[in-house]
Each structure stands twice: as structure tokens, then as C-alpha cells.
């Protein structure tokens, strides 16, 4: 019911997938059947309740009484790093500094690796445009190097 859209698009790029009934979820999950089971039970009485230890209050669906005919959707969720906000100290020509602010000879550093150009939060976007910019300033100032 709740989240059809999401459902049909994670399942459509393989992030999700149905499992009919608990015996199929506990074998994706990895999980004993019991331990999903009490589980459900738990958070079907908090919904009865009207809230949980966790201060939810709000509970759209409930689970049918059979959970051996419920439709389940599970899949893997791992960790992806969207945005650095922090990073080694630069001045304005990408010169990273040391605890001290003073610049350490030959250490140059652009992008996500670089914290501090937008402050506390940044502008959707900018990090392109942050690496190009500090990447430029940067390679006018290095010495070209020939390899004999």
C-alpha cells in the first residue's frame, strides 16, 4: 500500500526484492523465523498502543495475521559517503595548512579531500565545481616536472 512507487523502482533497479512469507524473508536476512516473528509482534502492539519505545507514532500498515501469505520486501543496504563536509585545511590556493595555519611546503589538496570552503553546509551541486576550481589554481602553481 504505503510506498508502492519506491517498492517499484528499488525492486526495478535490483536494490529490493519480494519474499512471500516469514520463512523466505528469515532466510534472506539471515535471521531466525522466531526472531522476526516476536519482532512483528512487538511493533504490531506498539501500533495498537499508539507509539513505541522509540517515539514513533505513526503506524500506516499493519501486518495481516497469516505471515506465512505476507508479501515481504527486503534488500541490502550498505553504506555510500554522498558529501564530505570536512578534510585537511587549504588557503585560497590549496595549500594545506598545518595545525598552526602555516603551509606545508609542497602539499596541495582539491575537492572532497579540501574541508572548509562552505562553512557548516554547502550548496547543492557545488562539488564539481569546487574540485575544477581548486584543481585550476593548483596546477598554475605546480612545476612541471620532466621525467629523463
Not at 27 to 53: F, R, W
Not at 95 to 102: G, S
Request: hydrophobic fraction near 35%; include cysteine; aromatic fraction near 10%.
Amino acid at each position: 500500500k504505503e510506498g508502492g512507487e519506491h517498492i517499484g523502482f528499488y525492486s526495478w533497479k535490483q536494490l529490493m526484492n519480494p519474499y512471500q512469507g516469514i520463512s523466505d524473508l528469515a532466510k534472506y536476512v539471515g535471521v531466525p523465523k522466531d526472531t522476526i516473528e516476536t519482532t512483528i509482534e512487538e511493533y504490531c502492539q506498539n501500533a495498537l498502543s499508539g507509539s513505541d519505545p522509540f517515539g514513533k507514532t505513526t503506524f500506516p500498515n499493519l501486518f495481516s495475521g497469516d505471515l506465512d501469505e505476507e508479501i515481504f520486501y527486503a534488500g541490502r543496504v550498505t553504506p555510500v559517503l554522498h558529501y564530505c563536509m570536512g578534510g585537511l585545511t587549504t588557503d585560497k590556493e590549496g595549500r594545506v595548512l598545518n595545525a598552526q595555519k602555516e603551509v606545508i611546503g609542497g602539499l596541495y589538496a582539491a575537492g572532497e579531500v579540501a574541508g572548509g570552503v562552505h562553512g557548516d553546509n554547502r550548496l547543492a551541486g557545488n562539488s564539481l565545481l569546487e574540485c575544477v576550481v581548486f584543481g585550476m589554481i593548483i596546477g598554475r602553481k605546480l612545476p612541471i616536472l620532466r621525467m629523463s
